[in-house]
């Protein structure tokens, strides 16, 4: 047992880079998924948190597994990578799907604050209209741009980090 | 190594997310206890407190409507139980985004074609009630529950009595906006002269004195006077609202086929909630002039609000009435813009002091006395039959609080009586009064009545003339204007939310016609 401390002790000591940067993502991935609820029922509805109180446990609980095996499996892989293009083919597929993510969850964010029902049907027999185009330019779209951009590039920092500290210490 | 490491960051995350998850439910725990009393956080369920709520109820009298901020807050109140009522599950925010897109997605793109959408159908007793009122549902088609055989529910009751309008008549229809008919009484408001030229023609024509408006605002005003529906939907993203996403009968589809030109002009904008492709793609409309064209003649009447001023408008009918040649007969149907705030004030009359809203009016009726006295010696004035109405009566704006707090017993905003005049050619049936009640949902059935025209229609509205006597309107709160004080029960609720999900779901699926619809008379 006492081995066994001491050689996580080892790892640990060696690699503390990685492994904040693993706890962060954890972290980061946790903050996008649940703040995106917390930030429409505050500012998108007549509800607060505690109204939705149990089904948002249960959602952030699910948010928090995910990011943690999701976070783990992403710094795995980047440690068993060994070729630099591989890594960099990897973080460009995960950036790819997170903005995949942000972009599905900012047009459901807007449906939400300026319709009141997540992305439906009848959102997609209007998406088309040319006039419809008006709603992406108010203040509330700008800033849900910004909040899309400035996640993205916490995400492309995380991932570069990770890049940096689990390649052998070689800068790219 | 390597594995030891994942295993590691692995385990330690899920420490990490031990920590956060006890946080959060913590909070949510201590927030229940603080700002609840609620000591569990299972306890919820789609809003604890309003579990208790068997009933809605809201208020809406003469005394607050008369003071716009009580109004406003008052308004704001109502959209938020609305809200509620409609979706009244605080859960539904905390769904997963990415399975409501894709779903969405899918579904519209291709469930939806399989499966025609969620469909909304009537029970017996509904569909009874509504028969009893006048509106015939499912009686051909289940999947356009509107239409019907005939503009009559009981083609026996075709009266004679009626007056006569020859197809091939040109028509005219000019909607005023705003024009709730008490300011055309000024044997009431005492402001003499405000309206001459919309009196003048009231001597000289047919008139329906008690007819009130069956829709707010002016597209919705316009479907209700042209394709005798009610359209219930307003649907905004970011404050614009979208364009209609139906096809309605316009008596501009019918007369098309009796092979009419058809014109649209007005002041408003020809892009306004897709307006003229609504009009000219959809509703056979030949022509659509809007602010746009408009202007062209005329660059400084965009000058204050939106669009074009009445002088401007009225003077680009004349002079297109004039360039006008076709041998064919004509459909022209015009909008009027004034009296719409932000007002567009050119005119302004001695009695009316500084209010804006009559001023307007009294500009609006000047740009009409212009027409009105060209019609009157014009080659129009023996083969055609002008009809003037409004879209809709007065909204609850400043200036008409302001103007209608001496008037109180008259204080009607958004549904009142509005002016309906008819100067048939040569002007037959001059002074002619008829006091039946009815609203604009009946203008087109009533015109097509007397041009004995019959055809297959989703109409909502019944001829004045034949039909009306069966299911008179009058009685309930018709007469009151909007004064809302109503509370409800959750059996209440339930049919109501059934009634308007009937509905906006023939406006959102476009089945208030169909598909293959052709316009097809009875000969």
Request: glycine residues 8%; contains cysteine; proline residues 3%.
């Amino acid at each position: 047992m006492k081995s066994l401390f001491e050689n996580i002790k080892t790892i640990a000591g060696e690699n503390r880079n990685v492994i904040l940067l693993g706890i962060g993502l954890t972290l980061y991935l946790a903050f996008y998924f649940i703040s995106w609820h917390v930030t429409i029922i505050s500012l998108g509805s007549f509800y607060s948190v505690l109204d939705a109180a149990e089904s948002f446990v249960a959602q952030s609980a699910r948010y928090l597994v995910f990011s943690a095996i999701a976070a783990s499996a992403v710094c795995a892989i980047m440690l068993f990578l060994k070729r630099p293009l591989a890594k960099k083919i990897f973080i460009g597929v995960l950036l790819f799907l997170f903005f995949c993510t942000e972009f599905i969850r900012m047009f459901d964010w807007g449906a939400l604050y300026f319709s009141g029902n997540h992305v439906d049907a009848n959102f997609w027999t209007h998406a088309f209209y040319s006039d419809s185009t008006t709603f992406l330019f108010t203040m509330v779209s700008i800033a849900i741009y910004l909040a899309v951009i400035l996640f993205f590039f916490g995400m492309f920092y995380l991932l570069k980090q990770l890049y940096i500290h689990t390649g052998n210490g070689e800068r790219p | 190594m390597k594995l030891k490491l994942s295993l590691l960051i692995l385990g330690l995350n899920f420490a990490v997310v031990l920590v956060v998850g006890g946080i959060v439910y913590s909070s949510v725990w201590m927030g229940k206890i603080i700002f609840r009393g609620n000591t569990g956080v299972g306890e919820q369920a789609g809003g604890g407190e309003r579990q208790g709520e068997s009933t809605v109820s809201f208020e809406l009298d003469k005394k607050t409507l008369l003071d716009r901020d009580k109004t406003m807050s008052k308004v704001d109140e109502m959209k938020e139980k609305i809200f509620k009522i409609r979706n009244d599950d605080p859960n539904s925010y905390t769904r997963l985004p990415e399975s409501e897109f894709l779903g969405s997605l899918f579904a519209y793109f291709f469930l939806s074609r399989i499966a025609g959408g969620k469909e909304v159908v009537l029970d017996e007793e509904m569909i009874k009630e509504f028969r009893n009122k006048g509106t015939l549902l499912y009686s051909m088609d289940k999947q356009y529950p509107l239409m019907k055989r005939s503009i009559y529910i009981d083609r026996s009751r075709k009266t004679p009595n009626k007056p006569v309008v020859r197809p091939g008549t040109n028509i005219i229809m000019i909607f005023v906006e705003s024009l709730s008919d008490f300011f055309l009484r000024e044997e009431i408001h005492g402001i003499k002269g405000l309206t001459p030229n919309f009196r003048d023609m009231e001597r000289e024509s047919f008139r329906f004195s008690n007819m009130y408006n069956a829709s707010f605002p002016t597209l919705k005003g316009l479907i209700a006077s042209l394709g005798s529906c009610i359209y219930l939907l307003d649907e905004s993203i970011g404050s614009t609202r979208i364009p209609v996403p139906c096809r309605f009968l316009f008596i501009s589809d019918i007369l098309k086929t009796l092979d009419y030109t058809t014109i649209h002009i007005q002041a408003g904008s020809e892009r306004f909630i897709g307006m003229k492709d609504i009009f000219t793609k959809r509703q056979s409309y030949d022509y659509f002039y809007g602010a746009e064209s408009l202007t062209i003649d005329n660059i400084t009447s965009m000058k204050r609000g939106f669009g074009v001023d009445d002088d401007t408008l009225f003077d680009y009918i004349i002079g297109w009435l004039e360039k006008y040649q076709g041998s064919r007969p004509l459909f022209l149907t015009i909008s009027t813009i004034n009296s719409h705030p932000p007002f567009k004030v050119k005119s302004r009359h001695p009695g009316a002091g500084d209010n804006d809203m009559l001023n307007a009016l009294y500009s609006t009726d000047r740009a009409f006395g212009k027409f009105w006295n060209y019609f009157k010696k014009s080659k129009y004035a023996n083969n055609t039959l002008l009809l003037v109405t409004a879209d809709h009566a007065m909204g609850n704006n400043k200036e008409y609080i302001k103007f209608m707090k001496h008037f109180e017993d008259h204080y009607r905003p958004f549904f009142d009586v509005i002016p309906c005049f008819l100067h048939f050619p040569g002007g037959a049936l001059k002074g002619v009064r008829n006091d039946t009640s009815c609203n604009n949902l009946d203008i087109t059935p009533t015109v097509l009545d007397m041009m004995n025209i019959d055809l297959p229609n989703p109409f909502m509205g019944l001829s004045i003339f034949s039909e009306r006597p069966f299911y008179s309107k009058k009685g309930g709160d018709l007469g009151k204007g909007l004064e809302l004080k109503g509370s409800y029960d959750q059996k209440q609720i339930a049919k109501a939310k059934k009634l308007i999900g009937f509905y906006i779901n023939l406006y959102r699926q476009d089945r208030i016609l169909p598909k293959d619809f052709q316009v097809k008379l009875y000969r």
